[in-house]
């Protein structure tokens, strides 16, 4: 035998090793979410904030309503899911603002705009 035969052998050995299958679950079927999980509506909030918010600080909140109310600014819209909340309450923190009321309303009913 050619002494490259061996060789050719181990390393084909080798290949078949780490070339193999790997089980996948079988397709199954998506239906409609569960209410409770990604098809609950969203609610409107309204936040208080500390002080009066200009154009540019506003501008990190396209979704929401702003309006000035003495010495404080309140943003008002709906918000589709907790990730939402979460982004403008990132927001609020990253822009240094005075957080000073968060308040949920009720969640919005199917099919209103």
Request: net charge positive.
């Amino acid at each position: 035998m050619p002494s490259g035969a061996p060789h050719h052998r181990r390393s084909e050995r080798r290949v078949r090793a780490r070339s193999h299958q790997i089980p996948v679950a079988t397709a199954h079927w998506v239906g409609r979410q569960d209410h409770r999980v990604a098809t609950q509506p969203g609610c409107q909030y309204t936040i208080r904030i500390r002080g009066r918010l200009g154009a540019t600080a506003l501008f990190a909140f396209p979704t929401m309503a702003s309006e000035v109310r003495g010495g404080e600014t309140v943003l008002t819209g709906l918000l589709v899911d907790r990730s939402a909340l979460y982004g403008v309450l990132a927001q609020i923190e990253a822009l240094g603002l005075d957080l000073i009321e968060l308040r949920r309303g009720e969640p919005s009913a199917v099919g209103e705009p």
